[in-house]
């Protein structure tokens, strides 16, 4: 970790910059105009959401209709600040409706965000052909009871959860640091995207960490394993 140091320059980061920005606007071209195609196949229509560009002929790539509703598209990837205004401008705050969001179970109606917050763009949605949901983010969950002692409390925690499985993957993975970015990103990413199923989240968390632990379990066999041989190897040597 002492030998890790940032050598770039100004122009390497802006060329990283540059990259970075040329790779994500060209997958959201990219999205926009197969998402369009391949729902509007699904849902047997000519347009799909609003948040998607009309549909075009397939084979043929039209610019303009892969731009179409783009700005909403950009608008609709900050998962969160959508969920936290609704949250904030709904009447139904309280310990009631945080329970029963806690307890939603799966099922082929809207989700409990999109039924009970706002006025989602799936309300007409045929779900027996496709599911969409709604997320709110982990901070619009957690202000469901209108408290901010208890949402600060819970991002609190969430913070400790986050920081330990990071330390976690980096003690028990051997100190990779590839492999701690990867499952941390698993982390970072499910809690903006949190609010649908909350219940179920133990499902991946505990994935992640029983996978941690293999890591950290076959990592250990073969340090063992190979500590022991070198003797062996020395003595044919």
Avoid at 13 to 25: A, N, S
Avoid at 46 to 51: D, F, G, S, W
Avoid at 79 to 95: N, P
Avoid at 198 to 227: C, E, M, Q, T
Wanted: charged content about 15%; some cysteine; proline content about 4%.
């Amino acid at each position: 970790m002492n030998g890790i140091r940032d050598r770039k320059g100004l122009l390497s980061w802006i060329g990283i910059f540059v990259v970075f920005g040329i790779l994500f606007i060209t997958s959201v071209f990219t999205v926009n105009y197969l998402r369009s195609e391949k729902w509007a196949a699904v849902l047997g229509v000519e347009t799909v959401a609003p948040m998607v560009a009309p549909v075009v002929a397939p084979g043929k790539f039209d610019l303009s209709e892969a731009t179409a509703n783009l700005g909403v598209l950009l608008l609709d990837r900050w998962v969160g600040i959508e969920g936290v205004f609704a949250v904030i401008g709904s009447s139904e705050r309280g310990w009631d409706l945080f329970s029963r969001a806690w307890a939603e179970e799966y099922s082929r109606n809207l989700c409990f965000y999109d039924t009970h917050l706002v006025n989602g763009i799936y309300a007409d949605t045929d779900m027996t052909k496709v599911r969409h949901i709604t997320l709110p983010g982990g901070i619009a969950f957690f202000y469901y009871p209108g408290s901010l002692p208890f949402l600060f409390f819970c991002l609190f925690v969430l913070g400790l959860i986050g920081g330990g499985l990071e330390w976690g993957v980096f003690k028990f993975g051997g100190g990779n640091l590839i492999l701690c970015a990867l499952l941390s990103q698993v982390v970072a990413y499910r809690f903006p995207h949190f609010g649908y199923l909350p219940k179920d989240s133990y499902l991946l968390f505990g994935a992640l960490i029983l996978n941690v632990l293999l890591i950290g379990f076959v990592n250990f066999v073969l340090v063992r394993w190979y500590s022991g041989s070198e003797p062996a190897l020395a003595l044919r040597k």
